[in-house]
Structure formats: structure tokens, C-alpha cells
């Protein structure tokens, strides 16, 4: 049962745990650091859903690249 859970929510139960792991350290100081670990959870969350879906990299590095040497062709 655990190893079918983990296969199809391991990414989002990865990227939560992240995101509470790093949360953790603003959580002492007060209420506008635990907005802020509610986002790094939330950016975990939707990494780790973005991985479960298996849509690919989160950034289009081919593109991003064939857009930058387009844009600014190597010097000679």
C-alpha cells in the first residue's frame, strides 16, 4: 500500500517536506515569516505535483538557450 502511495504522491510528499523543512527556520520569528513558509510549501507542493505528472522540466532549457544564442550570438 505505502509503495503505491509513494509512487503516485512521492513527488508532492517530497516537495511539502522540503518546503516545511526549510519553512521551519521562519517559523519563530512570527505571523509574516509563516506566510512565507505557506509559500515555500506551496512552491514545494507544485514542484512535486509538476514531477508526479511527469510533464518534464519544470524550465524549457532548450528553448531558454536557442532563445538566448538568437538573441545574443556568440562573439568571435
Same mark, same amino acid.
Given at each position: 500500500m505505502w509503495k503505491i502511495w509513494?509512487?503516485?504522491? !512521492?513527488?508532492? $510528499? #517530497? !516537495?511539502?517536506? $522540503? #518546503?516545511?523543512?526549510?519553512g521551519l527556520i521562519y517559523l519563530i520569528s512570527g505571523?509574516?515569516?509563516?506566510?512565507?513558509c505557506a509559500?515555500?510549501?506551496g512552491i514545494g507542493y507544485g514542484i512535486g505535483?509538476?514531477?508526479d505528472e511527469k510533464?518534464?522540466?519544470?524550465?524549457?532549457?532548450d528553448r531558454l538557450v536557442s532563445w538566448l544564442t538568437d538573441r545574443w550570438p556568440p562573439s568571435r
Open positions: 509513494w509512487e503516485t504522491y !512521492g513527488g508532492r $510528499a #517530497g !516537495g511539502v517536506a $522540503a #518546503g516545511l523543512l526549510c505571523f509574516w515569516d509563516m506566510l512565507f509559500l515555500l510549501v505535483k509538476h514531477k510533464r518534464g522540466p519544470l524550465l524549457p532549457w
